[in-house]
């Protein structure tokens, strides 16, 4: 299997640290609001990735952080006049019901920066240390030139990079392009107390310290959006390499970002959506299919237009195995022997499947590996019947089932709930939540959502809407 390495520019053939083990770290998310459809991309990719790996036989140990304390979560508990453990709570919980609905599996070990704290205090110490860091004032930077690597992934040289800053009068650091580490705390901020201030870490040493524990000093791939390659990554790089003295990731993968109706996502532009939004017009399943039909490192362009041609196709593949199914059933079918025609058919399909493979083989090639799904099902279409024998349909249904489980797609058509199983659910889970069992409220939640039913909390009691 060949993929992308951001960090050589090439493709490269895969090979683990350890025969039969591959050990993943993929940045996650800082949980103060909704999952948008820019988080969806890299989560949905590599969780197929991930996927992919374990159906090649591999142990995958995939290691997935979530950022709980920042700026912004700070920011939105002052609004909202409570704890930043309280937002970031908040918001893990509703990532887990999008990442459900959109049938992302729960990484090994999903860390918190905030239960990592002290592991981050020690990597700091060992790197200034090493010379590597230095503290003023409270405030711990990393010595970016004392890493003679630093920019061998973004291809960025550090003079090009120090030419275009603009320095403070008042700044305390030794070079501009020196990054924060530790920084103290300000009034009304969440602290923890360290040799040098009471405080909390800089974002990039999460990540350094999180891999480590979880995955050791070196792993196998480290992935994430594009928009992370500088700095996060680079000086992710920087921390781990220098702390640890060895290479931290031998292979790095990047998705590419989306655009929504061909412009840049963003709230100022108004189109800024997030997975909930869209869940409420389409199924969760389709967000995932349009996500994986195109190659994971081209630019991804959303519009409600391409979202319906998304859908309309993902009818195709499901209504083929609906219908197999149909076949199926009872006693449709009129041969118990296969046949010669349909044992050409099937090694036809054979050479389909190898088709998908080589695909998937080649940088993780999801849409070209769709595309060897549409030309199955073409054929199953054109060659079953109630004519066929009964091997020879659970063949095809079977080869196609199989390559849409890797992608994550769901192939079993949820049967729509009637008005009154939607309400006494709402109802189950009004009880749970007033009896503080968020735990049994959240499985109701997720359960309508994997359903198409959208809740909505308000004021004056719980809203809900079918999301098709």
């Known amino acids: 299997m060949k993929i992308y390495n951001t960090l050589t520019q090439k493709k490269e053939e895969f090979v683990p640290l350890e025969e039969g083990k591959v050990r993943m770290y993929v940045c996650g998310p800082t949980v103060y609001n909704y999952v948008h459809i820019g988080n ?3 989560a949905i990719i590599f969780d197929t990735f991930r996927r992919y790996l374990e159906y ?19 920011k939105k508990a002052n609004e909202e006049g409570v704890s930043t453990t309280e937002i970031s709570e908040r918001f893990i919980k509703e990532f887990r019901i999008d990442m459900d609905a959109l049938n992302v599996r729960e990484a090994t070990v999903h860390p918190k920066a905030t239960e990592e704290i002290s592991g981050m205090i020690a990597m700091i110490e060992d790197l200034i240390r090493k010379g590597h860091a230095y503290e003023k004032n409270g405030t711990v930077y990393f010595k970016t030139r004392s890493f003679q690597d630093y920019g061998k992934l973004s291809k960025k040289k550090i003079d090009d ?10 700044d305390e650091k030794e070079d501009p392009m020196d990054f924060v580490l530790w920084k103290p705390m300000k009034e009304g901020e969440p602290y923890w ?6 405080g909390r870490p800089g974002w990039h040493i999460e990540c350094s310290v999180m891999s480590r524990k979880y995955l050791g000093e070196q792993i196998d791939i480290h ?12 000086n992710e790089i920087a921390q781990s390499e220098a702390a640890n003295e060895k290479e931290f990731a031998r292979y790095w993968m990047h998705n590419a970002f989306i655009n929504v109706d061909n412009k840049k996502m963003s709230k100022s532009e108004g189109n800024f959506f997030t997975v909930r939004e869209i869940c409420e017009q ?45 076949l199926l059933e009872g006693n449709r079918l009129s041969l118990t022997e296969i046949t010669e025609k349909e044992r ?11 088709k998908y493979l080589a695909a998937m083989e080649d940088d993780f090639n999801t849409a070209d590996a769709i595309a060897a799904i549409f030309e199955l099902v073409k054929l199953a279409n054109t060659n079953g019947s109630g004519e066929s024998s009964r091997s020879f349909i659970e063949e095809l249904h079977k080869m196609i089932v199989s390559l849409c489980d890797i992608l994550g797609l769901k192939t079993k058509k949820e049967e729509k709930l009637i008005d009154s199983e939607i309400e006494r659910l709402i109802e189950e889970r009004q009880t749970a939540r007033k009896n503080k069992d968020f735990a049994k409220a959240d499985e109701i939640r997720n359960l309508l959502l994997e359903r198409g039913i959208i809740l ?3 004021r004056e009691g719980v809203r809900w809407k079918r999301s098709d």
Request: hydrophobic share 40%.
């Open 456 to 458: 909505e909390d308000t």
């Open 193 to 198: 107390d360290s040799p040098w201030s009471k």
């Open 282 to 326: 389409f199924d969760p399943q389709v967000i995932r299919f349009f996500m994986l039909n195109s190659h994971y490192r081209s630019p991804l362009n959303f519009s409600k237009e391409l979202m319906e041609a998304a859908k309309n196709s993902l009818n195709r593949i499901l209504t083929c195995i609906g219908q197999l199914e149909y």
């Open 40 to 42: 969806a991309r890299p």
């Open 56 to 74: 090649k036989g591999y142990q995958v140990n995939f290691v997935s952080n979530f950022t709980d304390v920042d700026d912004k979560i700070i």
């Open 223 to 234: 992935a994430g959006g594009e928009d992370l390659v500088f700095p996060h990554h680079e």
């Open 161 to 170: 990079l120090e030419a275009g800053i603009r320095i403070a009068v008042n």
């Open 344 to 354: 050409n058919v099937l090694l036809d399909a054979e050479a389909l499947k190898e």
